[in-house]
């Protein structure tokens, strides 16, 4: 039957034990995902300006809202976050582009437009994540992404390779849904915008840059968080912890017994009640409690206690009862508050034995040492004054 209970006990406190290791993670780290999770699809519409490698020396407006310079686009990307906060991305985007021609005389080519597409793979840095480490519940991020790709001018069947460098917004709706705000440049060898140039006069002119600012949704695609990932060392230190606690009780529950049976076998048979109450009289009377409790934690403690009242009422006697916490755990201001505690719930008891009330007086001793084991520390005595 003790083995029984042992087991019950064991089972008991690792269940306790497991439910709260939910709770005991890394603060900023998480669990790889699988390869179908953190995907994403975004659609987006967009304001394009082109500066083109051929506009050297043409004074041409700057302004990227010129007629003959920008034009709407859409894009369209799909990507997976294989970290919090890295990422990668395809994106296309395009469909009408800058307006000028490839002639001095460029007036009388405004109207000659350029279909294009660009295609690009592009890192993704989520700051947010990096910087202040991942939040499931996080509404903005800021994102940074840079990448390398290929173009083609479709009014003029001309390819041109090129980077790509751009800082994006975003803000959750729900849990797969979002918006986000883009602002990119595309840089690419002459050529994109459909007309060919070797002006090597400087880092943007001997380019075709195109400048954008979008607006589009994200859709994430099945798993879109990360879990935490647990904290080792502390469930160990947790488990380790249970088990000594549960440890610690056992050997109390074993020096109970033992106390228990040295009584037993100490006991004369021959002997009454009122004899073995006045040997009681001049040897303090224990009631022991648990580690951190002030409910008593075996009521045969209290067959003694009621052997004491009964003695006290006959004899017109008063009752000391001393409340004492062992000083191994818990500060001493929280163990002289427990030494009173457990103190007046046997005072408590006594008063449903029949003693009154202004028999009783009460003291707490707060935390010692005296005895050993530790556990024996926590109690509390009654015993018989004048």
Same mark, same amino acid.
């Given at each position: @039957?003790?083995?029984?209970?042992?087991?019950?006990?064991?089972?008991?406190?690792?269940?306790? *034990?497991?439910?709260q290791?939910?709770?005991l993670?890394?603060?900023?780290s998480?669990?790889?995902n699988?390869?179908?999770?953190?995907?994403?699809?975004?659609i987006?519409?967009d304001?394009?300006?082109?500066?083109?490698d051929?506009?050297?020396?043409?004074?041409?407006?700057?302004s990227p809202?010129k007629?003959f310079?920008?034009?709407?686009?859409? #894009?369209?990307?799909i990507?997976?976050?294989?970290?919090p &906060?890295?990422g990668?991305?395809?994106k296309?985007?395009?469909?009408?582009?800058?307006?000028?021609? !490839?002639?001095?005389?460029?007036?009388s080519?405004?109207? $000659?437009g350029?279909k294009y597409?660009?295609?690009?793979e592009?890192? @993704?840095?989520?700051?947010?994540n990096?910087?202040? &480490?991942y $939040?499931?519940?996080?509404?903005w991020?800021?994102?940074?992404?840079i990448g390398?790709?290929v173009?083609?001018? @479709?009014?003029?069947?001309?390819y041109?390779?090129?980077? #790509?460098?751009?800082?994006?917004?975003?803000?959750?709706l729900?849990?797969?849904?979002?918006?986000y705000l +883009?602002?990119?440049?595309?840089r690419?060898?002459?050529?994109l915008?459909?007309?060919?140039?070797?002006?090597d006069r400087?880092?943007?002119? #001997?380019h !075709?840059?195109?400048?954008y600012a979008?607006?589009?949704? /994200?859709?994430?695609?099945?798993k879109a968080?990360?879990?935490?990932?647990?904290?080792?060392?502390?469930i160990?230190?947790?488990?380790q912890a249970? =088990?000594?606690?549960l $440890?610690?009780?056992?050997r109390?529950? +074993?020096?109970e017994?033992?106390r228990l049976?040295? +009584?037993?076998?100490?006991q004369?048979?021959?002997e009454?009640?009122?004899?073995?109450v006045?040997? =009681?009289?001049? *040897?303090?009377?224990?009631?022991f409690?648990?580690?951190?409790?002030s409910?008593?934690? #075996?009521?045969?403690d209290l067959?003694?206690?009621?052997?004491?009242?009964?003695?006290?009422?006959?004899?017109?006697? /008063?009752?000391?009862v001393?409340g004492y916490?062992?000083?191994?755990?818990?500060?001493?201001?929280?163990?002289?508050?427990l030494?009173e505690?457990?103190?007046?719930?046997?005072?408590n008891?006594?008063?449903? @034995?029949?003693?009154?009330n202004?028999?009783?007086?009460t003291v707490g001793?707060?935390?010692?040492?005296?005895?050993?084991p530790?556990?024996?520390?926590?109690?509390? *005595?009654?015993?018989?004054? +004048?």
């Amino acid at each position: @039957m003790k083995k029984l209970l042992v087991v019950l006990a064991l089972a008991g406190v690792s269940m306790t *034990t497991f439910a709260q290791d939910d709770a005991l993670t890394e603060k900023y780290s998480v669990a790889t995902n699988s390869f179908w999770s953190n995907w994403f699809i975004q659609i987006g519409a967009d304001w394009n300006a082109w500066y083109s490698d051929q506009e050297h020396g043409r004074n041409e407006a700057s302004s990227p809202l010129k007629r003959f310079r920008a034009n709407p686009g859409a #894009s369209f990307a799909i990507g997976k976050w294989f970290t919090p &906060g890295i990422g990668l991305r395809t994106k296309v985007q395009g469909i009408w582009g800058k307006r000028v021609g !490839d002639t001095d005389n460029h007036a009388s080519r405004l109207d $000659n437009g350029n279909k294009y597409w660009i295609a690009q793979e592009q890192v @993704m840095f989520n700051l947010s994540n990096l910087l202040c &480490g991942y $939040n499931e519940n996080r509404v903005w991020n800021v994102i940074p992404f840079i990448g390398a790709g290929v173009g083609r001018s @479709m009014s003029k069947d001309k390819y041109a390779t090129g980077l #790509s460098a751009g800082i994006q917004s975003s803000w959750k709706l729900c849990k797969n849904l979002g918006v986000y705000l +883009e602002a990119g440049w595309n840089r690419y060898e002459a050529g994109l915008d459909g007309f060919d140039s070797k002006n090597d006069r400087g880092f943007w002119e #001997s380019h !075709d840059n195109n400048l954008y600012a979008e607006v589009g949704l /994200n859709f994430n695609l099945g798993k879109a968080t990360w879990s935490k990932t647990p904290d080792v060392e502390a469930i160990n230190a947790q488990h380790q912890a249970a =088990l000594d606690a549960l $440890n610690a009780k056992l050997r109390d529950s +074993e020096a109970e017994n033992a106390r228990l049976r040295e +009584e037993l076998a100490n006991q004369k048979p021959a002997e009454t009640p009122s004899e073995s109450v006045k040997q =009681l009289v001049n *040897t303090p009377v224990s009631v022991f409690f648990n580690i951190n409790k002030s409910t008593i934690a #075996s009521q045969k403690d209290l067959v003694n206690v009621q052997a004491l009242a009964k003695y006290a009422k006959d004899n017109n006697n /008063n009752l000391l009862v001393t409340g004492y916490a062992d000083s191994a755990t818990g500060t001493a201001a929280y163990n002289q508050k427990l030494s009173e505690r457990r103190a007046a719930t046997v005072a408590n008891e006594l008063v449903k @034995m029949g003693v009154e009330n202004n028999k009783i007086s009460t003291v707490g001793k707060g935390g010692v040492e005296t005895l050993s084991p530790i556990s024996f520390n926590r109690r509390a *005595t009654v015993q018989v004054t +004048e």
